[in-house]
């Protein structure tokens, strides 16, 4: 079975893509999503990029400076999920393999599978909370940034937006066995809450970018 080696986002594309792709469990649909997240708040820093210092934007230069440092920041806190993502699992992962012949080593074992759980569901949460501020700062660009560069938003935004939606699947996956009902419960209100925000969104935002086009 293929591992990956080393940091996720220290490989190189391709070299990405084929442990991906591979018999590994992980990285899987987490650390994807979240490099959709770190695609997508790029490309907002791209835009923004590509509208400073352009005389017929100047009245935007200030919010496009800010927004442009803002999705840098998140993109740079999305790359790190990448690995978090996955190094969640493997948590999870290992516990399940804990012995488990005694009352207090099924305790443990028990004790353990539950924080890898939580760990399992606070990862992709954070993603869907960067990816909707992303969301939020593609927003605050329409009407205000470079038109030429309309259709790279609109893919940021679509990258970002499956970079939720994608996280919200692995939240979703493991609410289910987690022994907390409360807690279990607090993470999906929020955690839908984010999904329905972030759709919500993403389609105003495209249907602006559309209609530039």
Known sequence: MKEATGKLMQMQVDAFAEVLGSDAPAPGGGSAAALAGVLGAALVSMVCALTQGKEKFKDSEELVQTVQAEATQLRLTLAGAVDQD?????????AFGMPKGTEEEKQRRSQAIQDGLIACIESPLGIMRCG???????ERLQGRYNSSCASDLGVGVLLVRAGVQGAW???KINLGSLKDREKAASYEEEARGI???AAAIAETSCRAVEAIL
């Open 132 to 138: 909707l501020d992303v969301l939020k700062l593609a």
């Open 86 to 94: 996955t190094a969640a699992f493997e948590k999870v992962s290992a």
């Open 195 to 197: 999904l329905e925000e």
């Open 169 to 171: 699947l692995n939240v």
